[in-house]
Structure formats: structure tokens, C-alpha cells
């Protein structure tokens, strides 16, 4: 199973999320579960550095099975916050068709 942990602040701020284990919906490089979780996050995360040129703290499992990531506060950070609460949103829909390969956690 795909374990997602989203962390917040009191007032709301994502500060960070890690990603991991594997979804083991279907063989390797034919897991939908996995692909789209994958596509999400990493989709986030390039797009904050792009669109709002926040640089992330990325650290990366050697198997793919591992995601954490996190944020800095930036002058841009209510774009990184949308871009952050998409993410969160897309991966809990996955998450309501899948359920048994992906939890998505918010820890405030």
C-alpha cells in the first residue's frame, strides 16, 4: 500500500508530505495506482519549482518507493500552498477508488 502523510500547521500550512511503499495494484510498470500517485506528487513538486521558482527539500528512495518533500516559507507561498492542496485533493481521489492501495493522511 501507497502511504501518504501530509503534514500541516495549526493555521493550515502544508510544510512538507512523504510518500511510500508500493500500491501492488498490478505487476511492475503496469500499476494505474502507482502511476497516477506518482504523476501527482511529482507533478506538485515540479510545478512549484517552476511556476514559483520555491525550491523543495526532495529526498528520494533508491526503489521509488519513497517521497518526502518539503517546503519552505517563500514569498510565493500562497501558489505553493494551491499547488500543495491540489496534490492533496487529486491523491484523495485516487484514494476514494482505490482505497486499498492508497491512504492519504493529513497530520495537524
Do not use: W
Not at 53 to 65: F, I, R, S
Not at 67 to 91: K, N, T, W, Y
Request: hydrophobic share 40%.
Amino acid at each position: 500500500m501507497i502511504e501518504v502523510n501530509v503534514n500541516e500547521t495549526p493555521g493550515g500550512r502544508i510544510t512538507s508530505f512523504e510518500m511510500s511503499g508500493h500500491a501492488d495494484f498490478d505487476e511492475y510498470g503496469k500499476d494505474l495506482v502507482c502511476a497516477a500517485a506518482s504523476a501527482v506528487s511529482f507533478g506538485a513538486v515540479n510545478s512549484v519549482f517552476e511556476l514559483t521558482g520555491t525550491e523543495p527539500g526532495v529526498e528520494q528512495g533508491e526503489d521509488g518507493g519513497f517521497l518526502a518533500v518539503s517546503f519552505p516559507e517563500s514569498e510565493d507561498d500562497d501558489a505553493v500552498q494551491l499547488i500543495m492542496r491540489s496534490m492533496v485533493v487529486s491523491l484523495q481521489t485516487i484514494e476514494r477508488d482505490y482505497g486499498e492501495h492508497i491512504r492519504v493522511t493529513i497530520n495537524r
